[in-house]
């Protein structure tokens, strides 16, 4: 008797990858389906749609060896080149590229990661849309990697948001909601204030940040224009991986923090912030060291965690991170008590301290507690083209400039950090002449470096909370310096050039001009991306 092959279903719709520190994860939604499904990815899942951020490479053997197959093998706990993990927190920060071992980049480990998640999605699945989400503190560097990453990927529509936006839209608030979006990662900590706005009500996919690849947005949607409009942000590097090296570091001191210990110090983190368990509760985790060295023995209550996490001055540094979001708010006309509900969502939600702390600060607003892992990719999946979202600038721009009492470059910031996009008004700056017959004047671009209070740094390998104020700075943009030809030639003080820069759809500055001697357009030119 012949058995029949059982036939799956083929389905279009939009992918969603959120690339976590820790736990990456990957849901599907059909075109014709109300809800979106997590995918199973065969042995590479924790579980359906979860997969840790683990890669394992030997170029040599041409071996790649990913997600939970890593953590099968045991090959987790090694301490190893061919090991990258926490490649995450490093794209796009070259500040933290000392801290991996990895014969691999951030940047390769995670386009590998990628590549490879992308190979195991089901072949019943063609996928039309690929959403992805990107960190807050390094979005522009993050954005221009991801969109090498998928150039190669045949999909005609690619789609980025930052995570806090994606985790507002995961707590299935209706239109109209303000929400305030507290986004605790293996490698960030993220706030964002958020308005969703039109639709009448109904609960229906709502945004598309950007475009890549120079393709266009769908303009036949037929979905009802909503914009989402981000009222205020701040954030900082610091997440669950490094409460683990706080607690090995507190459980093992003077002892060398490897894979196996951070992996215990993890498996204790998580089983302390089980709700069932007491604060005097006492509980245990061995790492398994090689056979050379002998194991050792984690042992810590809730309560000592809560300490540990109060001694590091977490919660100091995060009421600046809320008031600098709030504060952000009331410029753009939201309260505390305007807001709808507070997201909490990442691994580190399930800590009881740090959801009292919420609680307690975000009164009267109402917490909503979505499942903290998947949040961010169910609501990037709600992001769909032919809709916009209107954002706020968590850096801000500057223009160096020739400043004319002091006989020196300064920094003239043209666009402020909660300054809206897309821009409605263009912002017109007149240059002038620094030197006697100036055949050039350069466009130089650069952002602001706002990390103040909550700077955080490393001593001894172990991440440390700087609370002392840093003076600003402004750091140039890589690679975006443009010439603009001065003909006739400019002399000191004369205004030579009328500028015009805008914020369009795509988060690019756009800059246009007129030579003010001669009336000689300067034609549109996209500087780069902002954020």
Known sequence: MAIEKLQVPYQTGTLAIDLGNSTTVVAFQGEKEQTPNLLDLGNINRSKGEIPTLIWQIPEENKLIIGQEVINLGLSNKESPHLNRDFKRLIGNKDFSELSISTLSPEQAGELFIQEIWKRIPKNLSIQRLVLTAPVETYRAYRSWLQKVCETFPIEEIALVDEPTAAAMGAGLPAGSKLLVIDIGGSTIDFSLVALEGGEGKAAPIAQLMRFGGKDLNETSKQVLRCAKVLGKAGFRLGGRDFDRWIASYLCPGTPLTE????????????????????????????????????????????????????????????????????????????????????????????????????????PAPLLTP??????????????????????????????????????HIWHPIFLAGQPWPTSNDLEVVLAGSKVNQKEIEIVLGEPDLEEAHEVIYINGIPTLKNERTSQKVIPWENSTNSLILNPEGQPGEDCLRLQFKINSDAQLEMKGIDIRNGQEINTKILGPVR
């Open 260 to 363: 196996s210990i951070l992996n215990a110090a993890e498996r204790l983190k998580c089983r302390l912030s089980d709700s069932r368990i007491e604060k005097k509760d006492t509980l245990l985790e061995i790492s398994n060291e090689s056979s050379s060295s002998p194991a050792k023995n984690l042992i810590l209550s809730r309560i000592e965690l809560e300490n540990l996490l109060l001694n590091r001055g977490l919660l100091n540094s995060l009421n600046i991170l809320l008031e600098k979001t709030l504060a952000k708010g009331r410029a753009n006309g939201c309260e505390l008590n305007n807001l709808n509900g507070v997201v909490i969502v990442g691994g580190g939600s399930r800590i009881p301290l740090l959801r009292r702390w919420v609680e307690e600060k975000t009164k």
């Open 371 to 408: 499942p903290p892992i998947e949040a961010i990719a169910i609501g990037a999946l709600n992001l769909t083209p032919g809709v916009t979202i209107k954002d706020i600038l968590q850096r801000g721009v500057s223009l160096r400039c020739w400043d004319q009492r002091t006989k020196q």
